[in-house]
Nanobody
Framework: QVQLVESGGGLVQAGGSLRLSCAAS????????MAWYRQAPGKQRELVAT???????NYADSVKGRFSISGDNAKNAVSLQMNSLKPEDTAAYFC???????????????WGQGTQVTVSS
C-alpha cells in the first residue's frame, strides 16, 4: 500500500514563507498526478495546486502568484512553496496523489495525513 507523508507545516507570520513536502512510499507502478489541498476549520476541503507527471501545473485563484508546486518523479515527491502567506491561508494542508498500483495496474487515489499551517497576523 502506498503512503503519502507530508512535512514542513508550522507557524509563520503574515508575509512569511513555508515549504511543504510530500513523499510517496510503497510499491507502485507510477504516479500520475499529485496535488495539495487544504481545509480550514468549518470549511470544505479545497484544491490548492496540482501537478501532472509531465509537469503541468494548476493553481487556485487565491494562491496564484504566491504558491508554487513542483514535483520530483524520481523520488515520487511533490513540494509546495508558499510565499507571501496570509492569515486566510491558515489550514490543514493535505497531499493527494493518483497512482497506478504495481499489481493489477489499477488507478488509486490516496491522501496524506495532513500538516498544519498557521499564519499569524
Amino acid at each position: 500500500q502506498v503512503q503519502l507523508v507530508e512535512s514542513g507545516g508550522g507557524l509563520v507570520q503574515a508575509g512569511g514563507s513555508l515549504r511543504l513536502s510530500c513523499a510517496a512510499s510503497g510499491r507502485m507502478f507510477s504516479i500520475n498526478n499529485m496535488a495539495w489541498y487544504r481545509q480550514a476549520p468549518g470549511k470544505q476541503r479545497e484544491l490548492v495546486a496540482t501537478i501532472t507527471r509531465g509537469g503541468t501545473t494548476n493553481y487556485a485563484d487565491s494562491v496564484k502568484g504566491r504558491f508554487s508546486i513542483s514535483g520530483d518523479n524520481a523520488k515520487n515527491a511533490v513540494s509546495l512553496q508558499m510565499n507571501s502567506l496570509k492569515p486566510e491561508d491558515t489550514a490543514a494542508y493535505f497531499c493527494n496523489a493518483d497512482y497506478i498500483t504495481w499489481q493489477g495496474r489499477s488507478l488509486v487515489n490516496s491522501w496524506g495525513q495532513g500538516t498544519q499551517v498557521t499564519v499569524s497576523s
